[in-house]
């Protein structure tokens, strides 16, 4: 993981992986951003990773 430049994954407890990764990696984390949890990102942040977010939305079933 040393040597990837972009990492995305969803939220969940495999992100605190981020500590293998190098200083400048970017992380995409796929998260429900109406359940804020900012553990991740303050791992990250304080490991110099630069972290963003993919909003993800609830889809609606619809049946004929």
Known sequence: MQQAEIVVA?????ITNVI???PGT???????????????YALA?????????LMLM????FTH
């Open 10 to 14: 969803p939220h969940g407890a495999a």
């Open 20 to 22: 293998f990764l190098s």
């Open 26 to 40: 970017h992380v995409v984390e796929i998260a429900d951003l109406s359940f804020p949890n900012p553990n991740f």
């Open 45 to 53: 942040s304080a490991m110099g990773i630069i972290t963003g977010f």
């Open 58 to 61: 609830e889809l609606e079933m």
